[in-house]
Each structure stands twice: as structure tokens, then as C-alpha cells.
């Protein structure tokens, strides 16, 4: 197991950990997470420790990919575990968050889909042979989430403050441009299954 592909398994650790501080109900075994009150601002330190865990884990997620590809070390393994580990990282947080109020609904449920169909699109091209390179729309909607989510772990933090939900128009923007980069994978995919077709 190489450099990378540990940071992909300390990634997908490190998701665990995160989505058991925000679900586990401490209470019943006596643990209170303290609360601060910041400018008006309720503040439950189990979102700031996940969120700092948050941001660690994304960083991982550069990292593993810069490394796998500067040093020739991109494998299978490396690849089925990294595709795991994003789905892990992103995707019950998303459901998390939704469930307790902190974005809408429709997000985890717009973003769940579309990873399905995109990694069934993915994989009949890969079955016939092709390799799929990530699309620019894809990579700003995975920016957009990734800054939106940390800021919705720190409660929007400073521009709550001034009122202005920064975390909540991210996370939507990143949830529409993966809508749009669905689109452009489903045209992408009919363009090469159709050129397939016609040899």
C-alpha cells in the first residue's frame, strides 16, 4: 500500500469518525458537547470538531491524486478506494446536515442521483474501453461543496455575521453545476458509445 492510497484509507477513517461525532447520541452516555455563544451565535463545538476533521480529510483528497500522479503510483486499488472515500466524505454528511436543518433536503437527494448516474455512465465507458478524465464543471462543483460544507460546519462564520449565507449559496451553486456536469457526462457517454457503434 503506497503513500496515496494510505492517505485514501485515512480519509475514508477519518469520514467515520466524523459522521459518528455528529449522529452518536452522546447524552445517553453522559457527554455533553459544550456551547458557546459567538456574536449572538450559538455554537456547538461537535460541528467545529467535525469540521476541523472535515477539512483535513478534503485536503487528503488533493493530495492522494497529486501524489499518486506525480510519483507513478496510480493503481486499481488506489482508484476503487478513492471513488469509495469521496462518496464517504461527502454524501451522509450531506444527508446529515439536511437531516438536522442545516441545508435543504434537496441537496443530498440531487447529489446522491447524480452520483449514481454518473458512475453508471463512467463505467460502460470504461467497460468499452474508454477513460473518462474529470470534466471542469465536475471539479468547481466538488470546490464549491467542499468550501460550502466548512463553512456550514462553522456557522457560516464570519458572513453570518453580516448576514449573508455564503455556505447555503455554495453548497446550492455545487449542487446545481452537479446537475450540469450529469448532463455533460450523459452527452459525453452517447458520443462515445455512438462512436463505438458506427465501427
Sequence with gaps: MNTPTKLTVLRLILSIVM?????????????????????????????????????????????????????????????????????????????????????????????????????????????????VAAINSGKLKTAAMMVGLTLTFFYNLPFELINVRVSLILVLFATVMALISMFEYIALGKRMIFADAKK
Excluded at 26 to 49: A, H, Q, T
Excluded at 66 to 83: F, H, I, P, S, W
Aim: hydrophobic letters at 55%; charged letters at 15%; one cysteine or more.
Design 19 to 131: 459522521i459518528i461525532i455528529l449522529i452518536f447520541p452522546f447524552y445517553s452516555v453522559g457527554i455533553n458537547w459544550p456551547k458557546y455563544m459567538v456574536s449572538g451565535i450559538k455554537i456547538d463545538l461537535r460541528y467545529i470538531v467535525a469540521g476541523v476533521i472535515f477539512i483535513i480529510a478534503s485536503l487528503t483528497d488533493f493530495l492522494d491524486g497529486y501524489l499518486a500522479r506525480k510519483n507513478n503510483q496510480v493503481t486499481d486499488l488506489g482508484k476503487m478506494l478513492d471513488a469509495i472515500a469521496d462518496k464517504v466524505l461527502v454524501n451522509p454528511i450531506l444527508i446529515i446536515l439536511a437531516c438536522q436543518g442545516f441545508i435543504p433536503v434537496v441537496v443530498p437527494v440531487v447529489i446522491i442521483i447524480r452520483d449514481i448516474i454518473v458512475d453508471a455512465v463512467k463505467m460502460e465507458i470504461g467497460n468499452r474501453g474508454h477513460v
